[in-house]
Antibody
Framework: QVQLVQSGAEVKKPGASVKVSCKAS????????ISWVRQAPGQGLEWMGW????????NYAQKLQGRVTMTTDTSTSTAYMELRSLRSDDTAVYYC????????????WGQGTMVTVSS | QSALTQPPSASGSPGQSVTISCTGT?????????VSWYQQHPGKAPKLMIY???KRPSGVPDRFSGSKSGNTASLTVSGLQAEDEADYYC???????????FGTGTKVTVL
């Protein structure tokens, strides 16, 4: 079946970096874009950015520009999101999600990865 | 990147209907037909319920419907069922920043 499986929970210190993976299966990876969305504890959803699995083009949320990098490895159908210079307010569940072509809607979501930033 | 405005809560009895609003601006909701709605149960990933204002993905019951008027989009859940109790988020493409904005979220309670 179509699914996205994410890497496990992470605990990081302030100032460190984290890299979360998202492995796709059940569909042609390069035919869809992947977005990353995060949710702080008890809070709403926040879009972080998007990457085309076809050509690697990216579009990042302005507030994260310079701290986030999204990449893909088409040989393993895996997307990655790296966030640097972590702060306590980066503590959140991070989701990857497949985008329905040209609709800005996400039909398949990963299970989420909890990233905790604490000294 | 600005959050779209949703009411914090909404409720209804089983079998009734509930409508959730999502208010933005002409730069997002009002300017594009790229409004989506997501349902999220506690501890779970969001689930797509409506996309492109009023389209339903396969498998989503037709009790869920979407619409838009001006800068406000709406999600209506008809024939409320216990399993509809969840948080609901809208989202919209925001052309001014070439980004995606989410709504503040609405907790739907089935009385």
């Amino acid at each position: 079946q179509v699914q996205l499986v994410q890497s496990g929970a992470e605990v990081k210190k302030p100032g460190a970096s984290v890299k979360v993976s998202c492995k796709a299966s059940g569909y042609t990876f390069t035919s869809y874009g992947i977005s990353w969305v995060r949710q702080a504890p008890g809070q709403g959803l926040e879009w972080m950015g998007w990457i085309s699995a076809y050509n690697g083009n990216t579009n990042y949320a302005q507030k994260l520009q310079g701290r986030v990098t999204m990449t893909t490895d088409t040989s393993t159908s895996t997307a990655y999101m790296e966030l640097r210079s972590l702060r306590s307010d980066d503590t959140a569940v991070y989701y990857c999600a497949r985008e329905i072509a040209e609709s800005d809607a996400f039909d398949i979501w990963g299970q989420g990865t909890m990233v905790t930033v604490s000294s | 990147q600005s959050a779209l405005t949703q009411p914090p809560s909404a409720s209804g009895s089983p079998g009734q209907s509930v409508t959730i609003s999502c208010t933005g601006t002409s730069s997002d909701v009002g300017g594009y037909n790229y409004v989506s709605w997501y349902q999220q149960h506690p501890g779970k990933a969001p689930k797509l319920m409506i996309y492109e204002v009023s389209k339903r993905p396969s498998g989503v019951p037709d009790r869920f419907s979407g619409s838009k008027s001006g800068n406000t989009a709406s999600l209506t859940v008809s024939g409320l069922q216990a399993e509809d109790e969840a948080d609901y988020y809208c989202s919209s493409y925001a052309g001014s920043n070439n980004s995606l904005d989410f709504g503040t979220g609405t907790k739907v309670t089935v009385l």
